[in-house]
């Protein structure tokens, strides 16, 4: 009797981005030669960078003629830049990995085999990760450990309540159903940034699950996109109000609501305290609008529109 086939294992796709991540890319880059899941397609990707990165890019795809490279003379943005390498991509599964970033070596073997483990509405898999400094030493870990168990306690499954509430998914630890990107139509290219969106749109239909172990090293640096992302000016702050307005239309329930609520307080007092007044004043009109702001809330959104006017900024 001949013995049965072995399944063969799905492709990934590792879609790596850079942008001036030169004093980074070499570990990032040998971190995905490190893995041990065979069945992987890499795009590397430059958002026209400025400091070497492109040689090094070219490099590692001349020695690795496998590797696609997608050199971008102008900045395209995140969200359209990854856009434009998943549609020529093939993987049943991808990952959006900044090249700043580390992956472990077992990181896609164990995702995948967690993934398989799930049912066909699971849309996204997700971990732990450690956070390292410029110099790729310990900081500490996204999600800590209290009496051996993660604390506070991810979620898993029907997470869309969850995601509006809170900040518990780690972005770079984040593997994808290529289905649920095909179904979304990829990144909203109107955005500055990819994940809270991603997050909103994906989890109304698909679930998310916690794979309790760390898989990536997540760089904390000065450079990151995030690090001014409630100050005047920074184009976080429309994106995240745009996507507010989104996850209000998607709201189904009184506790998917509140939970939106919680978000949207969270963010307009954020952008009151760094000074953006705008914002903040724009945040208060949302919350207003789900019939959930309290008594503080009416006098930290008044103040900030109040504080808008005086400075003559409109948003």
Same mark, same amino acid.
């Given at each position: 009797m001949m013995p049965a086939a072995t399944p063969a294992l799905p492709l990934v796709t590792i879609v790596a981005i850079c942008h001036n991540h030169a004093p980074f890319l070499r570990e990032a880059l040998d971190s995905i030669l490190a893995q041990t899941y065979p069945q992987v397609e890499v795009l590397l990707v430059d958002n026209a960078s400025t400091d070497g990165s492109v040689g090094i890019l070219q490099e590692y795809a001349a020695r690795n003629p496998a590797w696609q490279l997608q050199l971008h003379p102008q900045n395209l943005g995140l969200c359209r830049a990854f856009n434009e390498a998943y549609r020529s991509s093939r993987g049943e599964f991808l990952i959006d990995f900044a090249t700043d970033d580390v992956?472990? /070596?077992?990181?896609?073997? =164990?995702?995948?085999?967690?993934?398989?483990q799930l049912p066909s509405t699971a849309g996204m898999v997700y971990s732990n990760a450690e956070l390292i400094d410029e110099q790729g030493c310990h900081l500490r870990y996204h999600i800590r450990q209290r009496?051996?168990? /993660?604390?506070?306690?991810?979620?898993?499954?029907?997470?869309?309540?969850?995601?509006?509430?809170? #900040?518990?998914?780690s972005t770079p630890t984040?593997?994808?159903? =290529?289905?649920?990107?095909?179904?979304?139509?990829? #990144?909203?290219?109107?955005?500055? #940034?990819?994940?809270? @969106?991603?997050?909103?749109?994906?989890?109304r239909h698909w679930q998310f699950y916690f794979l309790?172990?760390?898989?990536?090293?997540?760089?904390?640096?000065?450079?990151?996109?995030?690090?001014?992302?409630?100050?005047?000016? @920074?184009? %976080?702050?429309?994106?995240?109000?745009?996507?507010? %307005?989104?996850? &209000?239309?998607?709201?189904?329930?009184?506790?998917?609501? @509140?939970?939106?609520?919680?978000?949207?307080? &969270?963010?307009?007092?954020?952008?009151?305290? &760094?000074?953006?007044?705008?914002?903040?004043?724009?945040?208060?009109?949302?919350?207003?609008?789900?019939? =959930?702001?309290?008594?503080?809330?009416?006098?930290?959104?008044?103040?900030? =529109?109040?504080?808008?006017?005086?400075?003559?900024?409109?948003?």
């Open positions: 992956l472990l /070596p077992d990181r896609l073997a =164990r995702q995948v085999a967690f993934f398989q009496q051996g168990k /993660p604390f506070p306690a991810p979620a898993s499954g029907w997470v869309f309540a969850e995601v509006l509430r809170r #900040y518990f998914i984040i593997m994808m159903r =290529r289905a649920t990107l095909d179904e979304l139509h990829g #990144y909203d290219e109107t955005l500055y #940034y990819e994940d809270f @969106d991603f997050w909103v749109r994906a989890s309790d172990a760390v898989t990536t090293r997540k760089r904390q640096h000065g450079r990151a996109m995030s690090r001014g992302a409630y100050r005047p000016g @920074d184009p %976080h702050l429309r994106s995240t109000l745009a996507i507010c %307005h989104k996850a &209000w239309a998607l709201c189904q329930t009184g506790e998917e609501r @509140d939970a939106l609520a919680i978000r949207v307080r &969270w963010e307009m007092r954020q952008a009151a305290r &760094w000074g953006s007044y705008g914002a903040a004043a724009a945040y208060f009109a949302l919350l207003q609008q789900t019939g =959930r702001a309290t008594m503080l809330d009416q006098l930290v959104g008044r103040a900030a =529109r109040l504080l808008s006017r005086f400075q003559g900024k409109t948003w």
